[in-house]
């Protein structure tokens, strides 16, 4: 039996020093000759000697929400090497924006970020009312950020469920996903859709407000605030959860900068940064609340951080539920915004307008904008190219997730695996915002 | 061409030598580099300039204009308050332009993405490969003389 190997450990030095470049056969047998070789040898070379195993850790792995792939070179217990691998979800929506009419473009940001689907309604919308000049009604912009704030609520509250139970508490989830349902019964209400909303078009609002919807949040905003008290009762002082998060995932500021981090992780790490105060949007300046920061730079400082952020999240939607301005919810503006319903059967302009937009869309004056807005996973922008035509010329989609997934070898090599999930779950991604 | 009432804005001043258009437009700057020097250009906006952050790199297809390729250069200068746009232009061949990352780490999946989508090379890239697609993927899918419809078998 002497001869029989350990499979689990790779001997670096049994590996050829130069692997050399494979022809790739495609589908049809073609042999074709690629841009760039992958060399996926790359991973397994150790840099500690026979010691190490590589261990592929996704895509289906059930802490990296959704379809992450990690390869992780290990030493015992120890993270020698991490090499994360996305595009599973990559379903060419950027390329998909070119082949719609702006109007529709909306639907398409939804399925980015489906976690936050009203935010990228908002940064899209932002950036084509840029471009057409348009002065959007207080109320719509009102509504938009009572929306955008809920959203967050939505966000940090599937965030917190899930990340608890990575780390072992499975009650918290249980009571995240009973706000998440008043929270998702409240889009329902304004949209008629629980998680792909569309609610923000190019103009205002897709509809006006409901009937009730007053009460629905009032009713959501007296009790939030206690029921955070709950999950705070159930995670901050438990001994288990503060021991698995205190003290782990440390990255510095610097290199989070430098690698193009956003949202919480730099605001646990001390920056006061929020593109709400920074460069507001949709009249955020009218709102008063406080942008929360931690020093301590770990995976509790993260859950501490995004529980003070749901606090203020919800005394913004307290705000704009009291001081909701009266008006209409579209710009005036024919040509862009449906005309009503009622109109349409009674004035002749109306139908015509209703005939042209839906059948062809509205032309875009030609310029590049950036909007940004601030997700609940960190900075959204959409960099938007038109032409002067009735379809985007280029949607780019710079996703939070995806700046902030880079820093992922930085972040967890030279620590440990069972750190590595509740260091990644402190990152708060979702792969369809890394994928697009 | 830069307009003359932007020779007074600071990073137009400081980009003087390297640029080649600028333009103020929805209240964004952008400024066109001559695309030789953009790691020259990013560098001294990283260093004099305090821009800290690239916040994303991605690319415009002019088909059929030459040269093709815009690649554009979002940053933010996080305690200023600014944010700028970088852009430069490249020719469909040889498609390739410097790699920011010796300036900017972040530069380093931005690239691969737009290398995956857009086909154009960054020369010194550490890690020039497919991000998104799959690697054995033929052609680069937002270029626009890519096809939206038809099979593939």
Known sequence: ?436 | MIPENLLDNPVVAALKDLATAAKLEFDELTVEIAPGSIVEALRRVKKDLQFERLTSVTGVDRYPAEPRFEIVYHLQAIAKKQRLRLKARVASDPCEIESATSVYRSANWYERETFDLFGVRFAGHPDLTRIVMPDDWEGHPLRKDYPVTGTRY
Request: net charge negative.
């Open chain 1, 1 to 436: 039996m002497a001869d029989v190997k350990d499979t689990g450990v790779l001997d670096a030095a049994e590996l050829p020093a130069e692997t050399t470049p494979v022809e790739m056969p495609n589908d049809r047998g073609v042999t074709s000759e690629r841009a760039v070789e992958l060399d996926y040898n790359e991973h397994l070379k150790s840099k500690s000697g026979p010691r190490s195993m590589v261990l592929n850790m996704g895509p289906q792995h059930p802490s990296t929400h959704g379809v992450l792939r990690l390869l992780l070179e290990l030493d015992g217990e120890e993270i020698l090497k991490a090499a994360p691998d996305i595009g599973y979800l990559h379903t060419g929506i950027e390329k998909e924006f070119e082949q719609k009419t702006y109007q529709q473009g909306v639907t398409l940001t939804d399925r980015i970020d489906y976690l936050a689907p009203l935010s990228n309604n908002l940064a899209y919308c932002l950036a084509a009312e840029k471009l057409l000049g348009l002065e959007i009604p207080e109320l719509a912009q009102w509504t938009r950020v009572m929306l955008a704030e809920f959203t967050r609520l939505n966000s940090h509250l599937v965030w917190l469920g899930t990340h608890a139970i990575d780390i072992g508490a499975m009650s918290v989830f249980l009571y995240c996903f009973r706000e998440r349902e008043e929270i998702l019964r409240v889009f329902e209400m304004f949209s008629g859709q629980r998680m792909m909303t569309s609610y923000f078009r190019i103009g205002g609002l897709a509809l006006p407000h409901p009937r009730g919807w007053q009460k629905r949040v009032k009713d959501f905003v007296d009790i939030f605030p206690s029921r955070v008290d709950e999950y705070e009762e159930l995670l901050t002082t438990n001994r288990i959860w503060t021991g698995r998060t205190k003290g782990v995932g440390y990255i510095s500021l610097e290199d989070m900068l430098d690698l193009g981090v956003t949202g919480p992780m730099l605001r646990a790490a001390g920056l006061k940064i929020d593109v709400r105060k920074d460069a507001p949007y949709s009249s955020y300046e009218k709102f008063d609340f406080e942008v929360p920061t931690r020093t301590e730079n770990d995976v509790f400082a993260r859950y501490q951080l995004r529980i003070e952020e749901m606090r203020q999240s919800c005394k913004i939607i307290k705000q704009a539920l009291e001081g909701m301005p009266s008006g209409s919810h579209q710009a005036d503006a024919p040509g862009i915004v449906l005309p009503e319903r009622e109109k349409m059967k009674t004035q002749m302009e109306a139908l015509i307008y209703h005939f042209k937009i839906v059948s062809e869309g509205f032309r875009v004056p030609e310029g590049e904008v950036y909007s940004a807005i601030e997700s609940p996973r960190g900075e959204v922008g959409c960099y938007m190219v038109s032409d002067g035509t009735q379809k985007p010329y280029r949607v780019h989609w710079r996703g939070p997730s995806f700046g902030n997934l880079q820093s992922i070898p930085t972040l967890i090599e030279g620590t440990l695996i069972a750190d590595v999930i509740a260091a990644l779950g402190s990152m708060d991604f979702v792969l369809g915002d890394t994928d697009r």
